[in-house]
């Protein structure tokens, strides 16, 4: 590859999509052109890049000449029928949307914990999803010294990962309660305003939904250990962005939360917030904007003979989607460069 | 005791006191007489009862005269002050404080759970935490069949636990946010308006929450089973009714969520929603103002050789905190007339 790059991103006006392209400008990706892709639904719409509108075009088999790396962000359809267009027109994709996920020979990277995997693609490189990248950006250090044997998560997602639509329809809900009017409901199957949705994906067969069922499949994948057994509830609460996850996990190897504090103050991509008596710890509004996934209430689990209870905060479109993506890209560059 | 009782309620204009009186009519308690008590600061308030404003009369030790039920739903002080002298002058005091309840003298009751405990009382019968409550009435008859050994728990816990000044803030801070101005925060350590805090109640020195060990304690004095192990994380969301909670369970005996399904679906205080193909499951919007604990999302947890997940969600001003006193004040007549 060169020395800077031609870079295309499809779904480029979505929510990832838009923070994609701000965060290669903001983390000065070495671009020689951009390429804000759409289907054609969005075609008028624009995208800002390095000050300048940049009218998004419309994505058709031709889009990939001359690109190097595509961002796949728009939908698991799109993927699939354009992702491997644009691989055969030698571009190398990056994709943000489940489709090739648990693909056999697709890397499912997060750079933090297996970014070597990267140099063995075939065209194709997989950015999770955002509650499995903010369990394993700070459960693989752990992983890595005390060998993870259980994992139990509980999600408060915010509803920005879900679109604009979500976020517009939380805010009309609550322009029309307090106006005591009937708050349309449309994007969600129930209210999300004032409520807590213990649904966030299609149902499957046993019961779990496909984001439950993705977090462990993603995660055994990612921590390349089939042998860690993984349960997650997923529950999309009235928080515009943000997500937060509630962890209980055990280890083979017996561990304190001085173990937990020390692996994590050194580890890639985490920050601890974790001071009670000071009432420190991670928040959505706070962790909003940021990179970093946040940790706090670190305590022993009491209910297990060696367990760990924790709290982690992410953003769920910048580490969660887009900064995953971006730094898939660096690394992508940085090796092909060596 | 006589057939028709004279009732005090203390902490009357409270939220819970308030819906302790609203339940006493719903339910037709045989009253003779009610007398709503307050300390000094609340004086000049009034409750309705029988379609009759009741002025709120001053708590002092002379309050409790001819009083055969006292409801005290004040706050811990109140109640650890002025029980003692209500049960001298002959009192039954049902406390809905946290006070009492880990008394090793003083009965803790759900009585879909243990009701039996009652008639030992010695003058205090305490009604629990509501995050205990509903984790015990679904829980109680999976006990007593499948002998639990474990539960993991995460709460969505509303604001009106807090009391009105709580609900108060959501809204005020909404309005401000949406008028693009800075929220005030007054009652909650930050922001509860489009945020999560894991931070429900005192911290203690395990790091745990007091609220946190106190549904570890209370679950485990209910249940009357040392044995269960049981962590807790209690979370605050900004939904004004209604708590939910995300739990995993592991039981002694082979358990599948067809049992779980069989055995909840005769048991008092239950009811399951949960066919997830109908998007069916319990959600705080539609439990609030209901007096049973909904079960929903009841499947097997893949991460234990032997487990359970579900979703509870109950209203925590009724079965958690008003209705459950009520109940215990009706099984307490109810022995003493036999």
Redesign the interface.
């Known amino acids: 590859m060169a020395s800077d790059y031609s870079v295309a991103v499809i779904g480029a006006s979505g929510t990832t999509g838009n923070e994609i392209i701000r965060i290669l400008k903001e983390r000065a990706f070495p671009i020689r052109s951009l390429k804000p892709l759409e289907s054609e639904i969005s075609i008028g719409r624009s995208v800002e890049y390095a000050n300048d509108d940049m009218p998004v075009q419309v994505l058709d088999k031709d889009s990939f000449k001359g690109i190097d790396i595509c961002f796949f962000a728009a939908d698991s359809p799109t993927s699939s029928v354009y992702a491997p267009i644009a691989v055969e027109q030698g571009c190398v994709v990056i994709d943000s949307t489940p489709f090739y996920r648990m693909y056999k020979d697709v890397p499912l990277v997060v750079p933090e914990v297996n970014a070597d995997k990267i140099k063995g693609h075939r065209g194709i490189i997989a950015s999770p999803g955002s509650m499995a990248i903010q369990l394993v950006v700070p459960l693989y250090p752990i992983h890595r010294l005390f060998s993870l044997k259980?994992?139990?998560v509980?999600t408060?997602q915010a509803v920005s990962e879900t679109g604009p639509g979500a976020m517009d329809e939380l805010?009309d809900q609550?322009?029309a309660l307090?106006c005591f009017n009937e708050p349309a409901v449309k994007v969600y199957?129930?209210?999300i305003a004032?409520?807590?949705?213990?649904?966030t994906d299609t149902?499957l067969d046993?019961?779990?939904t496909a984001e439950e069922m993705s977090i462990?499949d993603e995660t055994k994948k990612i921590l390349d250990d089939d042998s860690i057994?993984?349960?997650a509830?997923t529950?999309r609460?009235?928080?515009?962005y943000s997500h937060?996850e509630?962890v209980?996990f055990e280890t083979d190897k017996k561990i304190t939360?001085q173990d937990v504090r020390e692996v994590l103050g050194n580890a890639p991509g985490v920050k601890i917030e974790d001071d009670?008596?000071k009432?420190i710890?991670?928040?959505?509004?706070y962790a909003s904007g940021k990179d970093e996934c946040f940790v706090?209430?670190?305590?022993?689990?009491?209910?297990?003979d060696n367990?760990i209870?924790m709290?982690i905060v992410a953003d769920n479109i910048r580490k969660g989607a887009a900064l995953n993506a971006v730094q898939i890209a660096e690394n992508l560059i940085s090796i092909s460069e060596k």
């Open positions: 259980r994992i139990v509980s408060y805010t609550i322009r307090f199957p129930y209210q004032f409520n807590a949705l213990p649904h149902f046993n019961a779990y462990t057994t993984i349960c509830t529950v609460i009235p928080v515009f937060a509630s209980n939360p009670p008596s009432n710890y991670p928040l959505p509004i706090g209430r670190i305590r022993q689990d009491i209910s297990s367990g209870a709290w």
